[in-house]
């Protein structure tokens, strides 16, 4: 099992939509739970980073975090086409032996 | 202020050939890391340097991979022979601090090796 799953989509949606992006992780020792956007043919950057389980929001972005089932979620409301992009998530962990992982990520398709 | 670059943006190379790729990180980032991302992959992590630590290089995949970072700023990513499996997209990113957290990329050299 890898230590973090993401289904690679694409989930195609229409404008307007609510999109919801789901990433399981199996290493209880992650702390902080970050999602970063990647447009085609460029870096990652990052959208959401949260450290505690519940809910954090950011303007039509909402991360939610449940550290018992490992189980992290990105909403995206009222969905753009310019919110077409790959989401990758990307638990982390203090200390000095983390290596950084990041999910697959999931292909999203905001079309208008 | 200027973000993460990364050069050259393309590379093609004939396979056996040695490529060097290079990233300037956010001035004053402390920490860089080196990712690869293969087609429908997740990044895959490389090698990170944290100031003038050792470098962290439990995620090189062969003996034909090394990097070194001169003066705790620009890295270079040296792929010795190369083979056709290591065309990808070879991502740098920076952060201040520690290793972890929020890390800032450039835009990838996409290697193809013919």
């Known amino acids: 099992q890898k230590e973090v799953e993401q289904d690679p989509g694409p989930l195609s949606v229409p404008e307007g939509a609510i999109v919801s992006l789901n990433c399981t992780y199996s290493?209880?020792?992650?702390?902080?739970f970050m999602w970063y956007r990647q447009y085609s043919r460029k870096g990652p950057e990052l959208l959401m980073y949260t450290y505690s389980s519940g809910n954090k929001e950011d303007g039509r972005f909402t991360a939610q975090v449940d550290k018992s089932s490992k189980y992290i979620s990105l909403f995206i409301r009222d969905s753009q086409p310019s919110d077409s992009a790959t989401y990758l998530c990307a638990p982390g962990a203090s200390g000095g032996s983390y290596i950084p992982t990041f999910g697959r990520g999931t292909s999203l398709i905001v079309h208008p | 202020g200027a973000g993460v670059s990364q050069s050259p943006s393309n590379k093609v190379t004939e396979k056996g050939k040695d490529v060097e790729l290079r990233c300037d990180p956010i001035s004053g980032h402390t920490a860089l890391y080196w990712y690869r991302q293969s087609l429908g992959q997740g990044l895959e992590f490389l090698i990170y340097f944290q100031g003038n630590s050792a470098p962290d290089k439990s995620g090189l995949p062969s003996d034909r991979f090394s990097a070194e970072r001169t003066g705790g700023s620009v890295s270079t990513l040296t792929i010795q022979r190369t083979q056709q499996e290591d065309s990808a997209v070879y991502l740098c990113?920076?952060?201040?601090?520690?290793?972890?957290?929020?890390?800032?990329f450039g835009p990838g050299t996409r290697l193809t090796v013919t």
């Open positions: 290493n209880s020792a992650f702390q902080y």
């Open positions: 990113a920076s952060s201040l601090g520690s290793r972890g957290g929020e890390q800032y």
